[in-house]
């Protein structure tokens, strides 16, 4: 398995929020590139699969950090539809909105006509996790991509976040947590 350490896309996507990410943005990027590298480990793909999955990785948590909160699905969902709609991929539109709503869900999320969904939650639950959950992935390879693409404070933030959140709405402090 190889690891892939500049994606065109996903530099050109994220680089038109760098400055809102502001200093988040080398963490948020390499979780994407950690996120990618599993994805595509998991499940061979090229083409409109390949993008799809770039698109989302890109956006999936970006609604993160307009309001610094953890309950961001939908603002984020609502950055990659512009961003689909700006490129002309409105027909994506469902199975992205999918991959990004369904990436916390705790368990499969089989949908036989977006397979791709359940390859993006797995890839995310491998990073998330620190490799804890692994999906079949030789964890060899899992560190040697966490080693490329380091953490940078990535998952303090979210704990950061999940404490504050925690603080305003004590009954349900993961907002972004599906079942």
């Known amino acids: 398995m190889k690891i892939e350490k500049r994606i ?8 038109e929020w760098r400055e809102h990410v502001g200093q988040q943005y ?4 390499n979780h ?8 595509f480990a998991l499940h061979e793909c090229a083409g409109d699969d390949r993008e ?3 698109v989302a ?3 999936h948590d970006l609604g993160i950090w307009p309001d610094d ?5 939908q603002p984020s969902i609502e950055l990659a539809k512009k961003y689909l709609r700006k490129n002309r991929k409105q027909a994506w539109v469902p199975e992205i909105e999918l991959m990004i709503d369904l990436h916390h869900k705790f368990r499969a999320a089989e949908n036989e006509d977006f397979p791709l969904v359940e390859v993006f939650r797995q890839a995310d639950w491998i990073d998330v996790s620190l490799g804890v ?3 079949g992935l030789p964890r060899g390879y899992i560190r040697s991509v966490q080693r490329t693409f380091p953490n940078l404070g990535f998952h303090k933030n979210l704990v950061r976040l999940t404490i504050a959140e ?3 709405n004590p009954l349900n402090p993961l907002p972004m947590m599906k079942w």
């Open 166 to 168: 925690l603080s305003k």
């Open 69 to 73: 909160t953890v309950d961001y699905l």
């Open 133 to 135: 959950h692994s999906f």
């Open 26 to 29: 080398d963490a948020y990027r």
């Open 8 to 15: 065109a896309l996903l530099e050109q996507i994220l680089g």
């Open 57 to 59: 990785g890109c956006f």
């Open 32 to 39: 994407v590139y950690r996120m990618l590298n599993f994805c």
């Open 52 to 54: 799809k999955l770039i």
